[in-house]
């Protein structure tokens, strides 16, 4: 007899894989700390225009006016305009006298706007006037004691005369610029503390045309002019 067929063993399947578990992931890193802002730094101010000076001499020679009087240059002027404009000067109270038929100070330099008074040091009448264009006045006759004024407005010379006393002459220089000086004796001067830049230097005296000369500061080299005398040191109006 032939034996039964055995039956086959079931195939059993092999068990899934045990998945391994993953390492744990690390801890995020703290996020850093924003870095404070780094502060800009300060604008360098702007550059100041340092202060600066000019000097030289101004000489005054004999032209066809009559010979030089020692120490006349001390009647002179100089005075300084900046290219980009002077800051405008402080009127002030100033005074010319009538004494000894004439005027003490025969020569006053003033910042535009100031007042000038005129008053009268002699026991005689006079009459204080200008006829300059833009400058006129007069304060008629007035006596021993008595005081006029007057406001000078319009830079420029304003030649002020007395009609009692027809040789009496005070040159009146009425100036837009803070930047001027009188020269000594022997014409030297000194200009301090002017701005930086170009502008024009004028050297002026009563007995001669002014000059101009073109600067620009800082300058190294003294700056000198020679004026020639074409009026007299003393003019009958």
């Known amino acids: 007899m032939e034996a039964p067929p055995v039956a086959p063993e079931p195939v059993r399947e092999a068990p899934p894989p045990v998945a391994e578990k993953a390492p744990p992931l690390p801890a995020p890193a703290p996020k850093p700390k924003p870095l404070p802002p780094v502060a800009k730094p300060a604008s360098a101010p702007a550059a100041v225009a340092s202060a600066n000076s000019l000097s030289g001499r101004l000489e005054l020679v004999a032209g066809s006016a009559g010979a030089i009087r020692p120490g006349e240059m001390a009647d002179g002027l100089v005075y300084f305009l900046p290219k980009a404009g002077a800051p405008k000067p402080k009127p002030g109270s100033f005074t010319i006298d009538t004494r000894s038929k004439g005027f003490s100070p025969a020569l006053l330099v003033v910042p535009q706007g100031s007042t000038v008074r005129f008053p009268n040091r002699d026991t005689i009448l006079h009459n204080v006037f200008s006829r300059t264009p833009g400058s006129t006045f007069d304060f008629g006759h007035y006596g021993p004691g008595e005081s006029k004024q007057h406001v ?42 002017l701005p930086v830049g170009p502008g024009t230097l004028v050297f002026w005296h009563p007995r001669a045309q002014a000059q101009s000369v073109a600067v620009a500061l800082p300058a190294a080299a003294a700056v000198t002019r020679k004026l020639t005398a074409t009026r007299p040191s003393r003019q009958e109006h």
């Open 152 to 193: 000078f407005n319009k830079p420029g010379l304003v030649i002020v005369n007395c009609n009692v006393h027809h040789n009496m002459r005070a040159d009146v220089v009425v100036l837009a610029t803070p930047y001027y000086t009188r020269p000594d004796r022997s014409g030297r001067y000194t200009l301090t503390g």
